[in-house]
């Protein structure tokens, strides 16, 4: 495993003399094929380089040297790096983030190209400071270190470091507020910072408003790298002085959660205490620590999101990242995920000289639509977001540098780097994901089109030369895993609902009721049953855990479909469970008192008045009149409908009514609900005047 | 190879305590957060852990290995880790998580501490991942612990052993009651024939520490049966 660095480094240590030799900037000729115009940027942790092209190189080297101010090298020469072509999409401007070595040293830098294994010259050195950690050691909060950085990477930072520094950076920030969101089941507790400028919103539902970012940062307790990049994040954001962040965090919430997996992270094990993957359990949450994330998601709401994680691969880039590719996740949603990929992350890794590239081009069956993992469930829950992995090996482009602190630091400083992208990226296109997301949570909301329990949107291969040598799996579903007409909801048996189920670990078993609370999905409770409308935002989550047909579901409830679909003229006065989907009803809609009313991609010509219903879920749909729904019991879903004529949205007795993303030509009204009606920051165009409880929606 | 005779100035690793406060920040605690500002004067630090008895004692690890391990006046160079428990020691060689992960499940701390000394022949990380797959460790670490702690002692032996001294016996016997052949190789020693040394004559209290890089033992191979993926 070590022999490739070693010969690397050991070729590295026959010429260092001679190039200190030559004074840097000299005039002296340039040899053929040398590298020219070599510079180096310093970056947090890591040098970013840059050199004009050689004509018909096949590669480049990197070499990095530790030297004295003096320019006297003061260690070993080594070859940390090879930029090929390929490796990023601006070839004609190469750019290679060195990284690894320890903080606030002196190096000099040099670079030479290969024409196929034959070495060229050496370019002049460059030399110059490395930037030592981040923050003035003289000024309070800054000064704050995680062990990691103390002991130079020897050690991680542990549990109960973690817990002292969060609680320095909470005491002595304004901007952090770092809240509890669960414990594990060892009872270590799970927290957040919550970071905004000058202040974080005080409450969830506040911070919600303010499109916010979220950065899982360790589910896999033996995938640390990413969590010190947070620790060290969180402690520039809440004490940097620099204005462009500072204008950034005005705008919006940045929530931080550096440990889930607290209890794995203290044995070194992936799983949790029980052994469970929690990046297996994010739908079905099983696990305290997988719901605890479900229900921080339900109440704060991101908009966008990272994943981090390391990866052993040695055939693939620095950091690769894919998108939530479940075929259930909203197209804008992916579309938007890709964009911040490829768009953001690719382009901004060309100029700091990171290779960005789509996890899974490796030829390996990895990556794949599996809805129990973050990045899908996440995408499910109309979140633009990625996974982010941190490449342990070495490999064609970097060294072989086992479990070092070497290794740790790059890992470490290229997650800091992409976190910190991820920010900017979040506040250039802000507009771009709240559109996306106010259109995902409208489609899924009118249950159109199939169910795919299990399978993969293709990924394209970026255009040649891509950051990639192969695009991820294809992983399409098989025939048995699409379901071609969805059902309008599922209906669960009282066992079904309430039972306790055995499949978490003991003490803190959940029933699947729990479970949907949890997830934020809105359940009618019926004479016999509950049932579970598909047209809610996380529609394509929803049979996943309810169908018989579901690869990893909860439980297999009862396929309630459609009873009404075609054209009906005439008043319509309905008692029971009705599911309209795509009909036509030329007339009055009159539901009874106790009955649910269900309708989706259904054109209306005249009134609809619901009272007294047990539950009311309207999505797409087209009224020519006035919609009337008043003292409904259960829940109510008014989403994405075009009405001519006056909303009203009164008196509901249950959880707030979700009204979001309706054109009402009309006013729309609102009063004597238990609780206010919300729209998930997805904003309703109203012609007429917004009454109430309603007035801001 | 790394020569290197140096104080550890520098504190000990923080307690492990399973205690959660989250409310409870002490100075001393909040002291260690502080950045270090460059100014490593030893004598007023001589008092922590990873000072004491290192002050004079020269440690000489040899290996390859040894170049990206903390070396100089880094924390947890060498001679910082004489005055420190083995199981301490083994949370300042970064390539040895497992491993010291495998001592803390199997709660090996004390039978390494004892006082004759031992020789630990600490598998790398990259051994114990091209041994077992990612579910199989976690298996062991969770689960299995007896079967882990059968595996740790076939790589530690009674009387804490140099390299030299290793090599020159021919054959060691360890806790587990199975011998291994040493023989010389170009890293240090070459341990029943298949895994080398490659960072070795760490000292910790009266143990020696050698790093090597396969995993010893009987249990059967597992890498082979998964992807590492998120």
Known sequence: ?697 | MSDTVLPGPYPGPPSRTRRLRRRAVTGAALSLLIALTGCTSSTEEDSSPAGRGADTTPVAVTGPLCDVLPAGDEPGNPASLVGQTPDQALTWIPVLTTFEAAVRATGMAEELSAADGVTILAPTDDAFKAKFSTANVDELLLKETETLRGLLREHVVTGAHSVTDLVAAGTVRTLAGTDLAVTPADSGARVAEKAETVCADYRAGAARIHVVNKVLGSLPDTAHEEEHHH
């Not at chain 1, 060309?350 to 599996?370: I, N, R």
């Open chain 1, 1 to 697: 495993m070590l022999s490739a660095l070693l010969a690397a480094t050991l070729a590295a240590t026959m010429a260092p003399a001679q190039a200190q030799a030559e004074p840097a900037g000299a005039a002296a000729q340039a040899e053929p094929n040398q590298v020219q115009g070599l510079a180096v940027v310093q970056g947090d942790g890591y040098a970013t380089l840059s050199w004009t092209p050689v004509d018909g190189a096949t590669d480049y080297q990197i070499e990095r040297t530790p030297v004295a101010e003096d320019g006297t090298a003061t260690g070993t020469a080594v070859i940390t790096g090879v930029w090929r072509p390929n490796r990023q999409i601006n070839n004609s401007e190469p750019t290679f983030a060195d990284a690894g070595f320890a903080p606030g040293n002196r190096f000099q830098w040099r670079v030479r190209a290969r024409v196929g294994s034959e070495a060229q010259p050496y370019s002049t050195p460059v030399a110059g400071l490395t930037n030592a950690h981040w923050g003035d050691p003289d000024t309070p909060g800054q000064n704050l270190r995680t062990q990691w950085e103390n002991t130079l990477g020897a050690q991680y930072t542990s549990d109960v470091n973690e817990y002292a520094y969060t609680q320095a950076v909470d005491e002595l920030s304004e901007r952090v507020r770092v809240v509890e969101i669960g414990r594990t089941i060892q009872n270590r507790p799970i927290n957040m910072f919550v970071v905004g400028y000058p202040t974080p919103p005080a409450t969830p539902e506040a911070v919600a408003a303010t499109n916010p970012l979220l950065v899982n940062c360790n589910v896999h307790g033996n995938e640390p790298g990413d969590r010190e990049a947070c620790l060290i994040m969180a402690r520039q954001l809440a004490f940097t002085d620099d204005a462009k962040t500072l204008d950034l965090l005005s705008k919006t919430t940045m929530l931080i959660l550096p440990t889930l997996n607290g209890d794995g992270r203290a044995t070194g094990a992936r799983g949790n205490s029980t052994g469970q993957d929690l990046n297996r359990d994010y739908s079905l949450i099983r696990q305290p620590e997988t719901r605890a994330f479900v229900e921080m998601v339900r109440d704060y709401r991101p908009i966008a999101g990272y994943d981090g994680h390391e990866y052993g691969n040695a055939n693939t880039g620095d950091l690769p990242m894919l998108p939530p590719r479940h075929q259930n996740v909203a197209q804008g949603i992916f579309d938007e995920s890709q964009n911040m990929i490829e768009g953001h992350m690719y382009s901004q890794g060309a100029k700091d000289g990171w290779w960005a590239c789509p996890y899974g081009c490796t030829g390996a069956s990895v990556g794949l639509g599996e809805e129990t993992i973050l990045r899908n469930t996440l995408g499910l829950k109309n979140v633009v977001n990625s996974l982010l992995e941190l490449r342990s090996s070495g490999g064609p482009t970097r060294p072989d540098e086992s479990n070092t602190a070497n290794n740790r630091r790059r890992k470490t400083y290229s997650a800091l780097w992409t976190f910190n992208q991820f920010l900017q990226y979040h506040g250039a296109n802000t507009k771009a994901i709240t559109t996306a997301r106010a259109e995902a949570i409208t489609f899924q909301s009118t249950n159109t089109g199939r169910i795919v329990f299990r399978g993969s949107r293709p990924i394209e291969a970026y255009p040649a030369p891509h950051p990639g040598e192969t695009p991820p799996p294809l992983d399409a579903p098989t025939p048995e895993r699409i379901l071609q007409q969805p059902p309008c909801a599922y209906k669960l048996t009282e066992e079904q609902y309430h039972g306790e189920r055995t499949d978490g670990p003991a003490g803190q078993r959940t029933t699947v009721a729990q479970r949907l609370a949890a997830h934020g999905w809105k359940v009618i409770k019926l004479a016999d049953g509950y049932l579970v409308p598909l047209a809610q935002p996380e529609r394509g989550l929803v049979p996943l855990l309810l169908d018989g047909q579901a690869v990893e579901g909860l439980v297999a409830g009862e396929r309630v479909m459609p009873t009404r679909t075609g054209t009906h003229n005439g008043p319509l006065t309905l008692t029971g469970v009705n599911c309209i989907d795509g009909a036509t009803l030329r007339g009055p809609l009159r539901v009874q008192p106790g009955a649910t009313l269900i309708m989706t991609g259904t054109s209306v010509n005249g009134p609809i008045d619901v009272t007294g219903a047990a539950g009311v879920f309207l999505g797409g749909n087209t009224v020519n009149g006035p919609v009337r729904v008043v003292g409904t019991t259960g829940p109510v879903n008014v989403v994405g409908n075009k009405v001519s004529g006056p909303v009203d949205v009164l008196n509901t007795q249950g959880a707030a009514a979700l009204v979001a993303g309706n054109t009402v030509n009309g006013p729309l009204g609102c009063s004597g609900n238990a609780t206010t009606p919300v729209n998930l920051e997805v904003a309703n165009s109203v012609s007429g005047p917004k009454f109430n409880q309603c007035s801001r929606l």
